[in-house]
């Protein structure tokens, strides 16, 4: 089955930039999107479309992707942005099911 | 504003059935597809159903094809999933989801890019004797 793999785990300061990353083969023909997730919370939307922000979601949030590898970038990252963070893209093998990437917990301390 | 009110979750034992309810407003509900997203404890996400908005065409995941039955009620503004010959691997909080296409231009032609765009806040269902 595919998979998408991510880093289990980041850590930063405070105002420091975090970058999480997921890499994948599909990722060189998809689109990626974000979620972050906090804990005993809902994921919401952070990235969608490899680098588009949804409505609420603050500027310092960010996303790139080439080839292979896609990053989520979070410029000055806060303590509020303490959380787990998930990829998601599509499965190019044939079912076009969507696939999740591990997550990667962000500590920000 | 979009809400995505989950319920149904509850303690079954292994081989048990149960029926999750995901009841949407905010939105026109017959116009998007959705889907079911689970987590089981400490984990990550696992898609595992989802259903166009007319049509009704559904798709699942391998681990719960044959076993879990998603469906829709539009009149209703809701969402189901049918839960059959439940496993204890099936612990987990699952999450219905509005799911958004949109269309991927390529070289090779037009692709459809799903993703999930709002979530409810889950219901628990656990596995166990």
């Known amino acids: 089955s595919y998979e998408l793999t991510q880093p289990p785990s980041v850590s930063v300061s405070p105002g420091q930039t975090a970058r999480i990353t997921c890499s994948g083969d599909a990722l060189r023909r998809r689109y990626v999107y974000w979620y972050q997730q906090k804990s005993g919370q809902a994921p919401v939307l952070v990235i969608y479309e490899d680098n588009k922000r949804p409505s609420g979601i603050p500027e310092r949030f960010s996303g790139s992707s080439s080839g292979t590898m896609a990053t989520l970038t979070i410029n000055g990252a806060r303590v509020e942005d303490e959380s787990d963070y998930y990829c998601?893209?599509?499965?190019?093998?044939?079912?076009?099911?969507?696939?999740f990437g591990g997550g990667t917990k962000l500590t920000v301390l | 504003q979009v809400q995505l009110v989950e319920s149904g979750g509850g303690l079954v034992n292994p081989g048990g059935s149960l029926r999750l309810s995901c009841a949407a407003s905010?939105?026109?509900?017959?116009?998007?597809?959705m889907t079911w997203i689970r987590q089981a404890p400490g984990k990550g996400l696992e898609w595992i159903s989802d259903?166009?908005?007319?049509?009704?065409?559904?798709d699942y995941a391998d681990s719960v094809k044959g076993r879990f039955t998603i469906s829709r009620d539009n009149a209703e503004n809701s969402l189901y999933l049918q839960m059959t010959s439940l496993r204890v691997d099936d612990t987990a909080v699952y999450y219905c989801a509005r799911e958004i296409s949109s269309p991927l231009y390529t070289s090779g032609g037009t692709l459809a890019e799903y993703y999930f765009d709002y979530w409810g806040q889950g219901t628990l269902v656990t596995v166990s004797s």
């Open positions: 259903i166009r908005s007319s049509v009704g065409d559904t």
């Open positions: 905010g939105f026109t509900f017959r116009d998007y597809d």
């Open positions: 998601l893209s599509t499965d190019t093998s044939g079912n076009q099911r969507r696939v």
